[in-house]
């Protein structure tokens, strides 16, 4: 795989990417060597590598944490579909976080990457719903919402469907 990578194949590049990220074949996990091939095949457009670089960016990882390159390497994943980068898109705009805060289009994300089950984004879409942030406010879709994401083993979701719903 290496010597395909290193040809310039943008999926060989990316698995090559996965092998460090994870540390797994043998290889030590190595975040910067992750996203020197993440980056490779990201700037050839494959959108799971652009994912991938995105979230070393957002947690730190073999790169400076920098919010703003997540979003920036987060958007055409988001816009193509992947749920994963929808949430944590979601995620920076209601914080504001590398790009301006904004409810409106943090629900937008969220909504879209909740619709699809993602569980992290099912509990901050209802907690949009509950503070009517971005969205009209709506406690029965906040526990809706809250509910689904708890029966996917999500404790926060729990708790906060415990407090402001089973009344």
Known sequence: MQKVAEQGDAEAQFMLGLVYDSGEFDEPQDYVKAAYWFQKSAEQGYIFAQQSLGMLYYNGNGVPKDY?????????????????????????????????????????WLRKAADKGDSAAQFMLGVAYGAGQGVIRDMKKACDLFRASAEQGNRTAVESYNEYCAK
């Not at 579909?81 to 289009?105: C, I």
């Open 68 to 108: 703003a390159k997540a979003a920036q390497w987060l958007k055409k994943p988001a816009e193509e579909g992947l749920p994963a980068a929808q949430y944590v898109l979601g995620e920076l705009y209601t914080f504001g976080e590398g790009v301006p805060q904004d409810y409106f289009e943090a629900a937008k």
